[in-house]
């Protein structure tokens, strides 16, 4: 699988798992999954497959 470019040799990968692992806020992320927005009440059971392409975009604030 391959999440925002970085390649992960992984079977299986738990979303919220690899969001905690990295440090991400679930509410102030966005999800594209092989080329589609997921809807944010998906992301509690997502789990990445070995093929899948991923990019995830965090907001930020800022002034």
Do not use: R, T
Not at 12 to 39: C, M, Q, R, S, T
Not at 40 to 45: D, G, L, P, Q, V
């Amino acid at each position: 699988m391959v999440i925002n470019g970085q390649k992960f040799e992984l079977k299986e990968l738990k979303f919220k798992d690899f969001l905690n692992e990295k440090g991400y806020k679930i509410d102030f992320i966005a999800l594209e999954l092989n080329g589609k927005i997921v809807p944010k009440n998906e992301f509690e059971n997502l789990v990445f497959k070995e093929n899948d392409k991923a990019e995830i975009v965090s907001f930020v604030g800022g002034g």
